[in-house]
């Protein structure tokens, strides 16, 4: 008997697992605002240089100025690019009234000399009031600041994950998520009053690390508090929240579109979770763990009561605990790290095809999901479609685990988001309608591969030291997600160049994911010795499929020799006279 016994004998999934599941639930539909926001708080507006205070010369020129607006005056100071829009980086060093004309047409503006925008920019303030691009001149020469700032946010959860994952252990969960969602709630709040550059990128440093808080300890706390065969679905429920954040996200930009208020908008509420979070119990298993029985006996009676269940709660004694939880005593006695994790074949060859995996998986997801100006349409509507996708996508993924296979189900994940990353390179800019589609079939795959790989890392690894191989798993992605926007710099060298690392790394990924064992139907487990084990005999089936195999083939060749014996057999019956002697002439 285990811990989930017990919780089945104080009501199981019941009243108390249900309110405390949504409360930790809740925070998840901004988690998502906080991981994208700055697909609207970073955006770059149409822009170009600002022109300096000069007279306009009516007397001296040959044409009238009536008729003419804001957009004609232009072109005597803008040059136009490529696509025959106003540069966004360059101003003519001197007036060039002959370009304007009464109808709008432009003479030959070739060979005319340039400057870069030395009088900054002027921004269009249609789609977005204020951005920290717009804020702070993050174009032209400054544009990789840009992608820097969401780095370093990444780069925060990275931090987070690493320290708040051994405060978690040290400290216990509750008492860290409260922390994380104190941090995150006022260090939020402080991003969206940044006096400069530099301090956005420190606040947004400090927040991400909380938001990496808050993910892991909600995860611990809501997984430990419920039974083992309602762990799936209600670990799936949880998942569809973050889904629904991203077309929260995209609802809340399109009516806030000043980046400072959106900021806060997104930050402030986590003030609420900080406030009811004090209602939350600490884990019972990591309080008997930790020598807290007592207390641990305390929040039990407490969840009993809370779920009906009140006279079974009072009959747990403090023997009845331990009893229950014999085997996780016994197992935290011994002592694993990370370097377990590659110490014998088997384990070393799960480590590293689940580290391609997971790193890119989350590299090519943040590489499309941060990148949303590029598709043409509206940033508002391509934010909700990238939501609303993940909910087909994980139901299919579900039920592909569930009869194709963990390996089949993730190696096809990626290897078809990798495919639609790389054909959408080839789509002409103009077909905006065939490029949102492949991106948003690659978007859906990969959210389905990060759903698969959930879900197969806790299978493939060990008990004794799962918690380890998911963290090693979930810093592999923090790693992807943090080089994803660096990667979007590459397309100052070659436009292409962005989706080709995305895809490619993502077909890469697919081949190592063929390497993992299979585990439908496979018992989950428990120590290493388990992994080599169920790893030898995996190789004595295939030893046993190949011979099965070359059985029939031996058959063919052992009855063909008979034959040919029994047919050699025929002839010297038929031909009685005895072969001619070496000495006997022809």
């Known amino acids: 008997m285990g811990f989930a016994d017990l919780l089945d004998n104080i009501g199981g999934l019941g009243r108390f697992q249900l309110i405390h599941v949504a409360l930790l639930s809740i925070p998840s539909l901004l988690m998502a605002s906080h991981n994208l ?55 003519y060093t001197e007036a060039q009234w002959q370009l304007v004309s009464h109808n709008g047409s432009l003479d030959n ?24 691009v717009s804020e702070w001149d993050l174009v032209c020469s400054q544009r990789s600041l840009k992608q820097m700032s969401q780095t370093v946010y990444m780069g925060g959860v990275l931090t987070g994950a690493v320290i708040f994952g051994g405060l978690s ?15 995150l709630a006022a260090l939020g709040t402080c991003t969206a009053f940044s006096p400069s550059y530099i301090a956005f990128c420190v606040f947004s440093f400090l927040t991400g690390m909380a938001v990496s808080g808050v993910i892991l300890n909600a995860v611990s706390l809501k997984m430990e508090w419920i039974p083992t065969k309602s762990r799936t679905i209600m670990g799936t429920l949880s ?20 980046w400072r208020m959106l900021q806060l908008t997104v930050s402030a509420p986590f003030f609420i979770c900080f406030l009811y979070s004090w209602w939350f119990p600490e884990s019972a298993r990591w309080l008997v763990l930790n020598n807290k029985s007592d207390e641990a006996l305390k929040q039990i009676k407490r969840v009993a009561t809370i779920n009906g269940k009140h006279a079974e709660g009072e009959k747990i004694t403090p023997e009845t605990l331990k009893f229950h939880m014999h085997k996780e005593i016994l197992s935290s006695k011994t002592m694993y790290t990370a370097l377990d994790l590659v110490r014998t074949p088997g384990m070393r060859r799960i480590t590293i095809c689940l580290m391609v995996v997971w790193f890119s998986t989350s590299f090519a997801y943040y590489g499309l999901a941060m990148d949303l100006q590029k598709f043409g349409v509206s940033i508002y ?34 290897l078809i988001s990798g495919a639609m990353i790389l054909a959408n390179i080839f789509v002409p800019s103009d077909m905006q309608t065939v490029r949102t589609s492949l991106a948003v079939l690659g978007k ?38 943090m080089a ?103």
């Open 109 to 132: 503006a070739t060979g005319l000399e340039t400057e870069p925008c030395l009088d900054g920019w002027t921004y269009d303030k249609q789609e977005f009031t204020s951005t920290i």
């Open 381 to 414: 509507l391509i934010q909700v479609i990238f939501g609303a996708v993940d909910f087909p996508a994980k139901f299919l993924s579900t039920a592909s685990m569930s009869f194709l296979g963990r390996r089949f189900t993730q190696g096809m994940c990626l």
């Open 239 to 258: 998942s569809f929240c973050f889904t629904i954040g991203q077309m929260v996200l995209a609802g809340t930009a399109y009516c806030i579109r000043d």
């Open 444 to 481: 859906g795959c990969l959210s389905s591969s990060f759903t698969c790989v959930y879900l197969y890392t806790g299978e493939l690894y060990p008990t004794v030291i799962r918690q380890t191989g998911m963290g090693f798993g979930s810093m592999m992605a923090r790693v992807g997600s």
């Open 37 to 91: 926001l700055q697909n609207f708080s970073a955006a770059v507006p149409k822009h170009h240089c600002r022109v300096a205070n000069r007279t306009w010369p009516a007397d001296s020129q040959n044409f009238s100025l009536s008729g003419l607006g804001e957009q004609d005056y232009l072109h005597a100071f803008i040059p136009l690019g490529k696509d025959l829009k106003p540069a966004k980086c360059q101003r």
């Open 169 to 183: 252990d040290k400290f216990g969960r509750r008492a860290v998520l409260i922390w994380s969602y104190f941090q």
């Open 484 to 586: 994803a926007p660096a990667v979007l710099m590459l397309d100052e060298f070659l436009p292409a160049l962005p989706g080709m690392v995305y895809g490619a790394a993502a077909i890469i990924a697919a081949v190592f994911a063929f390497f993992l064992p299979e585990m439908l139907d496979i018992p989950l487990p428990d120590t290493i010795e388990d992994v080599e084990q169920q790893r030898g005999k995996r190789k004595e089936i295939l030893d046993k499929a190949a011979e099965k195999e070359m059985l029939p083939l031996q058959e063919v060749k052992e009855k063909s020799e008979v034959k040919e014996l029994k047919v050699l057999a025929v002839k010297t019956t038929s031909d009685p006279r005895p072969p001619p002697s070496k000495s006997e002439p022809n």
